[in-house]
């Protein structure tokens, strides 16, 4: 009984291993598709490359579309080089994600009294989200473009607006923010003790209107999007 369950068992991970790799695949730029084991290799000092099967190699330059344990990705638009988006929703409208990498320079900030705050430069990353309706090309998922395509699904369209909403939040609560750090700057440009607590909050909030409703609005995206590809579950 044991021996047979063991056979069960073993040839139940077998199958899931042989399903796993099968749903894994390249697709190349001349439509050829290849399936198998497929992992992405990204190497110091190295070009980023795919390998099918630990044997293959396959340069990213040759791929339209890759398929593995991490998802499903696929070529930018031209201009991008090398860059895939990552599919994070499946349907009429594939919606996709992209880490994108900025580069800021060492700067100095005016400050109070004719001060100035060295900034230093760095990188930071943002993700950036596609879509793409019915296999056609990326778009980039504003509020123009989801608009046009998701016009006629009157839930979607509520939703979007609510995001557009959002995005007159955004920019009120920016102005409000740095109309309160300037003005109480302004206020004390006389006095010799400087209190910078009004300085602190305008800033704040100016943070806190920018990123905050940020998440809320790739939320109302996506949902936006699910209600599209599933009319008759919402």
Do not use: C
Not at 61 to 86: E, H, P, T
Not at 108 to 125: A, E, H, L, N
């Amino acid at each position: 009984m044991r021996i047979l369950l063991l056979t069960t068992l073993l040839l139940i991970i077998v199958s899931a291993s042989g399903f796993a790799q099968y749903r894994n695949f390249v697709e190349l730029r001349d439509s050829t598709i290849i399936r198998g084991k497929v992992e992405l290799s990204q190497k110091m000092f190295k070009k980023t490359r795919l390998i099918v099967n630990d044997t293959t190699e396959i340069p990213l330059y040759k791929v339209r579309a890759y398929q593995i344990s991490d998802g499903y990705f696929l070529r930018m638009n031209q201009g991008y080089g090398d860059d895939f988006a990552k599919r994070i929703e499946e349907g009429n409208i594939d919606l996709y994600t992209r880490v994108q990498t900025h580069m800021s320079t060492p700067s100095y900030m005016p400050g109070p009294m004719g001060t100035s705050t060295f900034v230093g430069g760095g990188f930071s990353q943002t993700n950036v989200e596609y879509f793409s309706k019915n296999g056609e090309k990326l778009q980039k998922a504003n509020a123009r473009n989801l608009k046009k395509a998701l016009f006629d699904n009157p839930e979607s369209m509520r939703l979007l607006q609510k995001r557009d909403n959002l995005t007159v939040v955004q920019v009120l609560g920016i102005i409000g923010g740095a109309t309160l750090a300037i003005g109480s700057v302004v206020a004390q440009k006389d006095k010799e003790d400087i209190n910078l607590s009004g300085f602190v909050i305008g800033g704040m909030i100016m943070s806190g209107s920018s990123w905050i409703p940020h998440f809320q609005k790739k939320e109302l995206t996506q949902e936006a999007i699910e209600v599209y590809n599933n009319p008759g579950v919402y």
